[in-house]
């Protein structure tokens, strides 16, 4: 980990960037002629579940305990009481109820839901796959968790832990849900993995983002202690390049997968002070650390990291991050920092009135999670256009317009 007196000059140095650019100010000053907010709905992470708010009133209009929604955020599906139960996201409607054996759903797909036994040591791990025309089940050797679907419905991408009775590592692979065949992925130029050249996973998994429309998943995993990806072992590499903290990408539809070094001190710092946010086109990659500052830009056409810089060590806990309009804003402790989506150049700082709970950037408006509330923003200047209360706000998730 950096030395406390490097990550104070770093700080010191980028803050005096920051208050050249734009003094700190509170996000909380009324707007002299706030606009009525327009119709939307808006997902967030609750102590009651995920819940339902509709945006034009604040009002929350369902709420549903340990409930997953699919990529799209079309539909939500609820697992209680060996009952899964899926309904309409935007209305809440009840679309399906039956009763399925596993006690966690772990993997969703507008097509498929896989249904689990939770974490733990095993040598098999049996798999309920409820499809949109049938519902089975498979026995599979190993320790294995399902973690996504390719658009199709025909490959599940899973994780595959090792050695299954203890495990201590874990990679990723496919399975073909067609052929009933498990195999490793192929690289980014289509090429099979040859045996032994699977790269093998010990760090922690923080943060994953999906690109329903590019059908590319992206995990953010940190503290990969002596880690080597399948371009080193393909290359006969037996040490580690001293990388810790990449972005896992997968390609859902193509079934590749490659990984994105994040240069240091990524990956040095606590986890939950690092976040990775996608731009509304899809076309760039933003990763940050809280601890150190650091921040940087990659393009997804081609995995390459395009700028990197500093905006100065920040407040501990959580981090968020949501990226529009040619802007990069960054939610943590109190306060949201907003950067140059392309220079990564500090642009301002708003005080939050609370604890920091996620952030969402739409056409109209920048949504931010404070303590128990949410707070509307406009996205240029961060004058307050209008707030209401979400009791036991954890995170916010997802917004829609409706309408």
Known sequence: MSSITRRQALALGAAAAVSACAAERPATRAAPAAPAPKPGRLFASTAAGLALVDLATGTVKAAY?????????????????????SYRAGTGDLLADEPVTGRQIKA??????????????????????????ETRT?????????????????????????????????RVRMYD?????MGPLQTRDKTQIPPGAEEEMRGRGRQAVLDSTAGVLYTLYTHQDDHLHTRDLVAGR????????????????????????????????????????????GKRLYAFDASTGSVVVASTDDQ??????????????????????QRLYLAMGSRVLVADGQTLAPLAAWALPGPARGVLWTADELLAGAGDQVIRLDPGTGARLGAFPLPGLQAVRHAAPTG
């Open 65 to 85: 305990p340990a409930a997953v929604a699919d990529g799209a955020w079309t539909t939500v599906h609820q697992l209680t009481d060996g009952r899964l139960r």
């Open 108 to 133: 969703v797909s507008t097509r498929m839901i896989a249904v689990g036994p939770p974490p733990g040591p095993r040598r098999r791990t049996r798999i309920t796959l409820v499809g949109e025309n």
């Open 138 to 170: 498979l026995e599979l050797d190993g320790n294995i968790e399902p973690e996504a679907f390719s658009g199709d419905g025909r490959a599940m991408y899973l994780l595959d832990h090792l050695p299954p009775e203890r495990p201590d590592r874990y």
């Open 177 to 181: 849900l067609e052929t009933g065949e």
């Open 238 to 281: 037996d040490q580690s390049p001293g990388v810790h903290a990449f972005v896992h990408v997968l390609n859902l539809d193509q079934r590749w997968a490659y990984c994105l070094d994040l240069p240091a001190p990524f990956g040095l710092g606590p986890p939950e002070a690092h976040t990775i946010a996608l731009d509304a086109a």
């Open 304 to 325: 390459a990291i395009r700028r990197s810089g500093r905006l100065g060590e920040q407040p501990a806990g959580e981090a968020y991050a949501a990226a529009g309009g």
